[in-house]
């Protein structure tokens, strides 16, 4: 099973979300995907993907987390011990979003609302600071204009990284990553 795990102010409807789960219907693989929309609240959305059944015990799910989604599907590995893929993961969205807080309408939904100091606390309370790198596989693009890059590859120091010079935060090169992703999570 994989669960994709989208980023702020984004969607199951994401152009990610939705190449991911195209592919795996193209292969037969529909049923063992999985996209749900996350609440904004940072401490709802990781009690809805704790409850969720691929994290019972004796079930293993591989996560792929985009950029906030790269930092709950962290949390959630660590937490599982699964493993996970992280698109242009964000690294201290605590520290981040800082900017942001305020009223935020969401790119995909439309749908309102107020990013407050307390959902960055909520963050905050999530971090991990360290990692076990095995668990991981890393795609990076160089030039992700919202996050650095190399937080990440320092955070992550060990773990499996695929990155490609240029690009972009929404990960351009994402569509070609496919078979890789499917691979590490044993579905090919």
Known sequence: MIVYLHGFNSAPSSHKARTMAAY?????????????ELPYDPAKAIAL???????HP???ATLVGSSL??????????????????IQPAIVPHIGLEQ??????NLYTG????????????????????????????????GDEVLDYR????????????IRDGGDHTLQSFPEHLPRILAFAGLI
């Not at 795996?24 to 749900?36: D, I, K, N, T, V």
């Not at 989604?69 to 992280?86: D, N």
């Not at 942001?100 to 309408?105: D, E, F, K, L, T």
């Not at 609302?113 to 909520?122: F, Q």
């Open 58 to 60: 004796g079930k293993k």
């Open 69 to 86: 989604g790269g930092f709950y599907a962290t949390w959630l590995a660590e937490k599982h011990e699964c493993r996970a893929v992280l």
């Open 151 to 162: 937080e990440a590859v320092r955070k992550y120091e060990g773990a499996r990284m695929v």
């Open 100 to 105: 942001y807080i305020g009223p935020q309408s």
């Open 24 to 36: 795996m219907e193209g292969r037969g693989l529909g049923h063992a995907f999985s996209c749900p």
């Open 111 to 142: 749908a309102t609302y107020e990013l407050t100091a307390n959902h960055l606390a909520s963050l905050r309370a999530l971090y991990k600071e360290k990692v076990d790198p095995e668990r991981y596989l890393l795609l990076l693009e160089t």
């Open 49 to 55: 993907l704790d409850a969720m059944p691929q994290f």
